[in-house]
């Protein structure tokens, strides 16, 4: 593929998180264009576009365009449909599944718009790749995702608790915590591991979905000797040195959960689980490291409950972990000031529906006693 065929793809994203992702795709060597809310553009090769499945951590699925153009009528659109070389995306005998928006134009009707998307693209009775559709004042975008499952489908994370936090939020709230692979991490309200896990695997050098299949494999024009390099080069960051990453969770059960889904990963020795109360954390190396944690909030806890765990958290870290960097994934940042630790949100964006902030802050001295009491408030949610 020569420099003017490369790719022009778009790595989809929580909203928030696009200048995370767009590090991830610098580091992978690609071309960004620009990032947006919800998603970054860039150039790539096949090369690139399948290490951009591969290594990218924060980045929900990517989306290669295929065509653009205006169509203010049906003809239009079938016209440039036609034109569109899908036998490089859809297999003979497939059938793409077609996902269409429109916005202030004159083709509003979605399912039409897909109905004519189905027909030029294959109408055969097997599986094909997801075509994304977008119109917005008569102009056509038209994008064949490369991804398949959603890329925070890891593959390792199948016990989930009551509130899952998704791979891409968890390893985008340790890239925003500045945490690097080398460094001790300690997540006190760990639930089912999702945040030492993805951790876990920077440490480790490892792609978060090592043992997942990709959409881009069932191209017609996929390059599987370009696939087999890609598996098989150095990690775009390089590996840590053993420091260790640690969560815990006063809830058995989560625990448990935590220790199969990282042996599922294959981080069983680099992520170490214990049951514990949030008051009971401490640090586990002499080096100085980061707290990192998503706290239950919302349904999951009550507002007060919610402030008590907040004012524990900031407690332990002023009394234990001085030196220390901590990052909390919250939902309300107003109450998360209960810690009184010198907050900056580094991170806006939605957990389940629910705006989340991304707060780091770093842990100067020590403020007063800490007060070794069990609350209810301590109680890591599963995430």
Avoid at 57 to 80: H, I, K, M, S, Y
Avoid at 180 to 202: K, N
């Amino acid at each position: 593929m020569t420099r003017r065929e490369l790719h022009h793809a778009l790595a989809v994203t929580p909203p928030g998180v696009e200048e995370l992702a767009a590090v991830e795709l610098r580091a992978l060597g690609v071309r960004v264009r620009r990032a947006f809310r919800g998603g970054v553009e860039f150039s790539a090769s096949d090369r690139e576009l399948y290490a951009a499945n591969m290594w990218c951590r924060t980045v929900t699925r990517v989306l290669v365009r295929v065509a653009r153009f205006v169509a203010p009528g049906f003809a239009d659109l079938e016209r440039e449909l036609a034109a569109v070389p899908w036998e490089r995306w859809v297999p003979p005998g497939g059938a793409p599944r077609v996902r269409v928006s429109s916005t202030a134009s004159r083709l509003y009707h979605t399912d039409a718009v897909a109905e004519r998307v189905a027909t030029a693209a294959g109408t055969g009775a097997g599986p094909g790749p997801l075509v994304v559709v977008r119109l917005v004042h008569d102009r056509v975008m038209v994008s064949v995702d490369s991804s398949g499952a959603p890329l925070h489908q890891r593959g390792w994370h199948l016990q989930r608790g009551a509130a899952p936090l998704r791979e891409t939020l968890a390893a985008a709230t340790v890239l925003a915590s500045g945490w690097r692979p080398g460094a001790p991490l300690v997540d006190p309200c760990c639930g089912s591991g999702t945040i030492p896990v993805e951790a876990a695997l920077m440490a480790a050098g490892r792609p978060p979905g090592a043992g997942r299949r990709f959409g881009f494999e069932d191209w017609p024009s996929f390059a599987p000797g370009t696939w087999a390099a890609v598996r098989a080069a150095p990690p775009p960051v390089p590996a840590g040195n053993g420091a260790p990453v640690c969560g815990s969770d006063r809830d058995p059960a989560a625990v448990a959960a935590a220790r199969a889904n990282a042996a599922r990963a294959g981080v069983s020795e680099e992520v170490m689980f214990s049951v514990a109360a949030v008051t009971e954390a401490a640090p586990v190396a002499d080096a100085s490291g980061w707290l990192v944690t998503n706290p239950p909030y919302g349904k999951r806890a009550a507002t007060g409950d919610v402030r008590r765990l907040y004012a524990q958290l900031g407690a332990v870290a002023r009394e234990r972990f001085q030196g220390w960097t901590v990052a909390l994934l919250v939902a309300d940042a107003g109450a998360a000031r209960a810690a009184g630790l010198p907050f900056t949100e580094r991170v806006r964006t939605v957990n389940g529906g629910i705006p989340a902030h991304v707060l780091v802050a770093p842990v100067r001295s020590s403020h007063g006693p800490h007060r070794h009491r069990r609350r209810e408030g301590d109680r890591g949610a599963a995430h």
